[in-house]
Structures are given as C-alpha cells and as structure tokens.
C-alpha cells in the first residue's frame, strides 16, 4: 500500500511551506540541500515541523490545498498542537 504525505516545513524564522509527497524522507532531504530551486531553497524553509501519512493520493492533495488555505494563525496552531517547540522532525523520519 503507498504513503502520501502532507507535510509543513519551515526556516529558521518560521517562514512555512507546505506540501505534498509520496516519499518524505527523500522530499525532506531535497528541502535539507536545496535540491530544486525555488521557494524553499531561497528562504532556507528546511525543516519539518508537522506531517500527515494518507493512503490515499486525493486525499493528501485535498490536504494539502485545505492547509495552503488558512491563514497563517491557524497553520502555527497546527504546528503547535503537536509540535509546541517547532522542533525539526526531519532527523526522526530520516533516522
């Protein structure tokens, strides 16, 4: 059965991006070395702060477009409810 992930990364000053993959430790390595330019390269968003594992692809992607759609208080309340230190969780998943 596949993993799709819906994921929020963010920088050091807790600009946020967030995301949708079926591979998140790859993914998250891409974020970690600025592996494809753009928005997260150039603002250094590299650390994972809160994810979701679906199995279904529809279901990520809905995710995804839902998040992408608060305002940004709502987001950090998100974070937080699991995350309160915004501490990365990118060495967890990556072992």
Request: proline share 2%; net charge positive; glycine share 6%.
């Amino acid at each position: 059965m596949a993993s799709y992930w819906l994921y929020i990364t963010a920088s050091k000053s807790r600009v946020l991006y967030v995301g949708v993959t079926n591979d998140l430790v790859r993914r998250i390595w891409e974020h970690k070395n600025h592996a494809v330019e753009g928005f997260t390269a150039r603002y250094h968003v590299d650390r994972l702060v809160y994810f979701e594992e679906t199995s279904d692809v529809l279901s990520a992607i809905a995710r995804e477009k839902e998040i992408k759609g608060w305002v940004r208080k709502k987001k950090v309340a998100l974070i937080e409810s699991v995350n309160p230190k915004w501490k990365d969780l990118g060495p967890e998943i990556t072992g």
